[in-house]
């Protein structure tokens, strides 16, 4: 704590607040969506956010303080999609069963060492392409945005633009403020309607069914490990924290289990909002930005104790607001990546591939377009490279030797 206490920064707690923002109005859309599909009401779409709250919350702490990194974690924004195509046809109860199911397999391919191997084998510009093409979409919302809300789009953009120049250590502590000031009064936001009320979790019994297993489980342990965990990690490794997968992964499982009871999918490393926390925006010091993923972790236990609160708050914004304030808060992590994948030249044209896939947004066969980005991207690098059968064998035998490694260590 008084290490803690010492590192404390303005600008850290900020970049964990940005986080959390844009989180809850963002991916937070698509869990309303869920609810919908299941026919929910407002009590237990309370549960939820409480649960997925507290899930992040309190991963996010232990690990940004045991790792000494800023390890953002969240809810599955993909695996909550695939709850939109199968409610109501599955019920709730089999729904939950599935996220213990998911978070029970997410934890043994964790701890087995297997993934940070897998992380390893894949090349830097590869893995920087694809998170380019995540980043990317959050890029151009700012810009789209321009289009149906011009006066606080540009009027966001402008602000930026000059905070940046005079006061560069402040600048999204600034945007925020005057994104709030400017969507109040060129939107007509209004937060009267705002009640402070505690959210009361509701215990849901778990089934476990055949149906519920093959169509939820499988793929949301599939989505979690290639939409999330694996840019997540990507995120850390390309900010200098080489922190093993294997002890974050295990966290973000085993505080999967308890949440699910009470409607928290499953809790993974944050793939898109983790860039706010990791650059230079959160502390000038690399070694000092865990703060970030601890204030982080301490906005997501405010908002899962208020939230129906915090949902209602956010919620009363405009759109608008949350694209810009996010997309503007990640162009140093989108330029960032884009160097690093064309930084080599070796790289360059499979790592130009592995961004223009990801960012493409495809999906085939239920996995994201981040897992074919990095796919496709390491094919056409091998093939690029004229290195064929033998740098596959090689890094067959390469990535066998790591994952031996990683289950001694």
Known sequence: MPTLIKDLSLSAVVAGFLAVLVSYSGPLAIVFQAGNSAGIGPEMMTSWVWAISMGAAVSGIVLSLWLKAPVVTAWSAPGTALLVTLFPELSLNEAIGAYLTAAVA??????????????????????????????FQFGIGAFTAIETTPALALGMLVAYVVFRRLLPKYTLILLLITGVVLAVVLEGASLAGVRWTIAVPQFIRPEWSLESTLSLAIPLVLVSLTGQFLPGMAILNGAGYH?????????????????????????????????????????????KRYVAGVANGVFYLVGGLFAGTIVGLFTSLPAAFVAVLAGLALLGAIGGNLFAALEEASHREASLIAFIVTASGMSLFGLSSAFWGVVIGYGCYLVLNGQGRRTFATGSARLGAQSSESEQS
């Open 106 to 135: 997410i934890f043994i391919i964790g701890v087995t060492g297997t993934f940070d191997a897998f992380v390893r084998a894949i090349p830097k510009g590869i893995a920087a392409g694809m998170m380019a093409g995540i980043l």
């Open 243 to 287: 922190v093993k997968a294997k002890p974050v992964i295990g966290v973000a499982s085993l505080v999967s289990l308890p949440m699910a009871l009470f409607g928290g999918i499953t809790t993974v490393v944050a793939a898109i909002t983790a860039a706010i926390c990791t650059g230079e925006d959160a502390h000038k010091d690399p070694g």
